[in-house]
């Protein structure tokens, strides 16, 4: 008897096999029990017919309750009305151990329940579609990186200073002297990069920002390439570039999770190169146009990105935004000074920012003159002015967001939902 999952179930047509996994539902009719199993890499049907197993068994199956734990065995056979067009005629279910009642019925659920159930919510349908989705986005993530020639690079989650903002930094002691929680990894990818050339980090993030939006979770993952002699449109081209690879690997390895998700697929076959690039200057025009009032000057807010983006059917790169508007690192535009060197990629269909970086300056003097205007401690940033001092070279980089990228793939409505376990400005448990 062959011990299979249910991913592989249609290379064992007519042979015998042992399933380990939960009941994910049940329905009886008479002499039949029809058990859903789940193994984590699907859900089949187990037939049970009182001729085929002992009194003992067929009992048990009709006591069964949801989520038990079961090993059943018995023959695969061809069903055409099956998604999988496969079930199992059960010859033995065991079961493991026999499932309190369970909290998340078939039901209707609000929103806050599921969430303090999470633990137990990844095993519906609905999560276990968009965490497949995640994995197949982190996995395409890796593999572009790694085939494009970009090194890993591990960045410290400690470190002793902001890097975007000291508004949104998480304090912590560390032996007695300030430390904070990272806010990304691209600074350290900037001294990477004058190692190794092309370099990229993955990992947790953390913002302590007081927001409720549905963009915005406490704790993020991203992924941050940074390349040595590389410009602001080089960075823009690599953006492009990684996205409509990754699109286009979810169109291919996840359409059964899309469609559990019901995604609008058309819409994401148009993400294809070129993507439409336009300025700060112009996104102000759309703006206007649309009934806006924002001034020259003011960065752009989630409902801003919102409408800009709704104006076009693929994501859109908006660069050059106001330098005071942006992190100290960026750099000047030569041709205008009160302009940055910097790129933020829109989703379409209103899902806004996805990705933001830009060209590093790359300048002694003028880095040293920022950090005193944004009154950031020399001392703190005295290794990262050092690679200013030793062979420095225009270089540039971006952060994509796994996240905000999972919930434009999926059209979904909040970011909490591509996380396993959530933390926004209202949630540490579970």
């Known amino acids: 008897m062959e011990k299979v999952s249910i991913s592989t179930i249609q290379f064992f047509e007519d042979r015998e096999v042992e399933l380990k996994g939960w009941l994910y539902n049940k329905r009886s009719s008479g002499k039949l029990h029809f058990l859903q199993l789940r193994d984590g890499t699907g859900i089949i049907q187990c037939v049970v017919f009182k001729g085929d197993v002992s009194e003992e068994i067929f009992k048990l199956c009709g006591e069964l309750t949801q989520e038990s734990a079961i090993i059943v065995r018995g023959t695969v056979r061809r069903d055409e009305r099956s998604t999988l067009g496969f079930?199992?005629?059960?010859?033995?279910?065991?079961?493991?151990?026999m499932a309190e009642a369970y909290p998340i019925t078939p039901k209707e659920h609000g929103l806050a329940y599921l969430m303090d159930h999470r633990h137990l919510w990844l095993r519906s349908?609905?999560?276990?579609?968009?965490?497949?989705?995640?994995?197949?986005?982190?996995?395409?993530c890796r593999?572009?990186?790694?085939?494009?020639?970009?090194?890993?690079m591990d960045a410290p989650i400690f470190t002793p200073a902001a890097c975007e903002g000291t508004t949104t930094l998480f304090e912590t002691d560390y032996?007695?002297?300030?430390?904070?929680?990272?806010?990304?990894?691209?600074l350290y990818m900037e001294a990477a990069a004058m190692a190794f050339g092309k370099v990229y980090c993955f990992g947790?993030?953390?913002?302590s920002e007081k927001s409720k939006t549905r963009r915005h979770l406490?704790?993020?993952?991203?992924?941050?390439?940074?390349?040595?002699?590389?410009?602001?449109?080089g960075d823009m081209d690599l953006a492009e570039d990684m996205v409509v690879y990754i699109v286009a690997r979810i169109l291919e390895e996840c359409s059964e999770e899309l469609e559990v998700l019901e995604r609008d697929i058309g819409k994401l076959e148009k993400v294809k190169k070129p993507f439409p690039r336009i300025s700060?200057?112009?996104?102000?025009?759309?703006?206007?146009?649309?009934?806006?009032?924002i001034r020259w000057g003011v960065d752009l807010g989630g409902d801003d990105e919102t409408v800009v983006s709704q104006q076009f059917e693929t994501p859109i790169l908006v660069h050059r935004y106001p330098t005071k508007v942006k992190a100290f690192y960026m750099k000047e535009d030569p041709q205008d000074a009160r302009l940055a060197l910097c790129m933020d990629m829109l989703a379409p269909e209103g899902y806004g920012e996805i990705i933001g970086g830009g060209q590093r300056e790359d300048e002694l003097?003028?880095?040293?003159?920022?950090?005193?205007?944004?009154?950031?401690?020399?001392?703190?940033?005295?290794?990262?002015?050092?690679?200013?001092?030793?062979?420095?070279?225009?270089?540039?980089?971006?952060?994509?967001g796994i996240e905000r990228m999972i919930t434009w793939i999926c059209g979904l409505h909040h970011v909490r939902e591509t996380i396993p376990f959530p933390r926004t400005l209202q949630r540490l448990y579970p």
């Open 204 to 207: 947790p993030t953390f913002r």
């Open 175 to 186: 032996f007695g002297e300030k430390a904070y929680l990272t806010q990304s990894g691209q």
């Open 87 to 97: 079930e199992i005629g059960a010859s033995d279910v065991e079961c493991v151990q």
């Open 125 to 140: 349908t609905r999560p276990h579609a968009i965490l497949q989705v995640r994995h197949e986005v982190v996995k395409a």
């Open 365 to 400: 003097a003028i880095l040293e003159r920022k950090l005193s205007e944004h009154e950031l401690p020399k001392e703190t940033f005295a290794w990262y002015l050092d690679l200013r001092r030793y062979g420095s070279v225009p270089h540039a980089g971006f952060g994509m």
């Open 280 to 293: 700060y200057q112009q996104a102000i025009d759309i703006l206007h146009k649309t009934g806006s009032d």
């Open 143 to 152: 593999d572009y990186m790694d085939t494009n020639g970009f090194i890993l």
């Open 218 to 233: 406490t704790e993020f993952w991203m992924i941050e390439p940074e390349m040595a002699y590389c410009d602001l449109d």
